[in-house]
């Protein structure tokens, strides 16, 4: 899919790095309370190689740039085609906004949350793929 700031990205792209994958959309109230949350553990995990795809569905580009402009979110935003039941919604079989997918290094699925959540369970998904050991 291509970023908001047109930048083509794949998961085969970022293969090797822990992912955390969201999708998201502006008119999600728990969408817009752990976004900024979701900034925090980027910040403090990125040096270990975490990456985050914040993947906006039902949103135009020019509303997912300013909503991440006013929530200061530096990982890259992605536009989902136009919503849910299409798209990577699909694939990823998003039924509830937000959810989120934790993926390690070597590209294996290693926990998923679907709708808000306490930071702490982020905190728990995070660690399981940053430095993740079998």
Same mark, same amino acid.
């Given at each position: 899919?291509?970023?908001?700031?047109?930048?083509?990205?794949?998961?085969?792209?970022?293969?090797?790095?822990?992912?955390?994958?969201?999708?998201?959309?502006?008119?999600?109230?728990?969408?817009?309370?752990?976004?900024?949350?979701?900034?925090?553990?980027?910040?403090?995990?990125?040096?270990?190689?975490?990456?985050?795809?914040?993947?906006?569905?039902?949103?135009?580009?020019?509303?997912?740039?300013?909503? @991440?402009?006013?929530? !200061?979110?530096?990982? $890259?935003? /992605?536009? &989902?085609?136009?919503?849910?039941?299409?798209?990577? %919604?699909? =694939?990823?079989?998003?039924?509830?906004?937000?959810?989120?997918?934790?993926?390690?290094?070597?590209?294996?699925?290693? @926990?998923?949350?679907? !709708?808000?959540?306490? $930071?702490? /369970?982020? &905190?728990?998904?995070?660690?399981?793929?940053?430095? %993740?050991? =079998?």
């Amino acid at each position: 899919m291509t970023t908001t700031e047109g930048v083509t990205i794949s998961l085969d792209d970022l293969r090797g790095r822990p992912v955390w994958v969201n999708f998201w959309s502006t008119t999600c109230p728990a969408c817009v309370y752990e976004m900024p949350i979701m900034e925090g553990k980027y910040q403090e995990h990125r040096a270990s190689g975490l990456e985050i795809v914040g993947i906006a569905v039902g949103n135009s580009t020019e509303e997912a740039v300013a909503f @991440g402009e006013a929530l !200061g979110i530096s990982y $890259p935003l /992605a536009i &989902d085609s136009p919503g849910v039941g299409e798209g990577a %919604a699909v =694939d990823y079989q998003v039924f509830f906004l937000p959810t989120h997918y934790f993926i390690d290094s070597a590209g294996i699925v290693r @926990g998923f949350v679907m !709708g808000d959540a306490p $930071p702490e /369970a982020f &905190d728990e998904r995070v660690a399981r793929i940053v430095g %993740a050991t =079998d």
